[in-house]
């Protein structure tokens, strides 16, 4: 497959986040040789992985927070558990929108036959309905449409070329009942599209809004456009 375009902007965030975290790490190392203190300084001269673990600003801007709920139907308990996201990553179906991608994305799904749920309250596997909730919003929230689909049928991946409407604004509804500011407002910013039949041809072409424009970069080419013209590219 050539180079992905979301594999590249979970490598560059990261990226980013470590080169800010080394050079906290070297801040810090100074600072205590300076003083001659050594505290909280690892044996191998780096920071104890709390401190390095502390959030950047990448994390501040980017990430936010998801929820897993599920609730046993045997005992009627519900456990929860957190994980951290960059972007959320949503299937693209037929003749769909991108608030019907994000509710599939929400969909309870019921755990049952070989894919029980180990409820630690009943001490065994049991049934069980499974819902994801965004409980942290981000400044800045990335979507991924998941347009390169595995087809074992084909033995390879292929593009999931269906258009998806995309409004310039958006509210998630999707949010846990505890979310901080569940209704804050996203105004699109940028577009990411692939350009081709497949996987491993094409290219890729950008879409920003800046300062109240929105330009299209095409390589090395930029073409001011309207907003209306937007949804042709996706």
Not at 11 to 24: Q, Y
Not at 155 to 180: M, Q, Y
Not at 196 to 211: E, F
């Amino acid at each position: 497959m050539q180079q992905d375009a979301h594999e590249f902007l979970n490598f560059l965030i990261n990226h980013i986040n470590e080169i800010i975290l080394a050079e906290r790490n070297q801040s810090t190392l100074k600072l205590q040789k300076t003083d001659g203190t050594k505290e909280g300084v690892t044996c191998n001269g780096t920071l104890p992985q709390s401190q390095n673990s502390d959030p950047t600003w990448v994390h501040e801007i980017f990430q936010g927070t998801l929820t897993s709920e599920t609730r046993c139907l045997n005992c009627e308990t519900v456990s929860s558990k957190d994980e951290h996201f960059f972007d959320l990553q949503v299937d693209v179906d037929q003749n769909t929108s991108i608030t019907h991608c994000l509710k599939c994305f929400s969909d309870t799904e019921t755990l049952c036959n070989d894919n029980k749920f180990k409820c630690d309250n009943c001490s065994s596997y049991q049934e069980a309905q499974k819902r994801m909730r965004v409980k942290k919003l981000p400044l800045i929230l990335a979507l991924h449409l998941k347009r390169f689909k595995y087809m074992e049928q084909y033995n390879r991946h292929i593009k999931v070329s269906h258009r998806v409407v995309f409004p310039l604004e958006l509210r998630l509804f999707n949010t846990s009942d505890d979310a901080v500011n569940p209704d804050r407002l996203y105004d699109l910013v940028a577009v990411v599209v692939h350009c081709g039949s497949g996987p491993n041809r094409g290219h890729y072409i950008s879409i920003v809004k800046s300062h109240g424009f929105w330009l299209l970069f095409d390589d090395d080419m930029v073409d001011k456009i309207d907003a209306s013209a937007i949804e042709d590219f996706y």
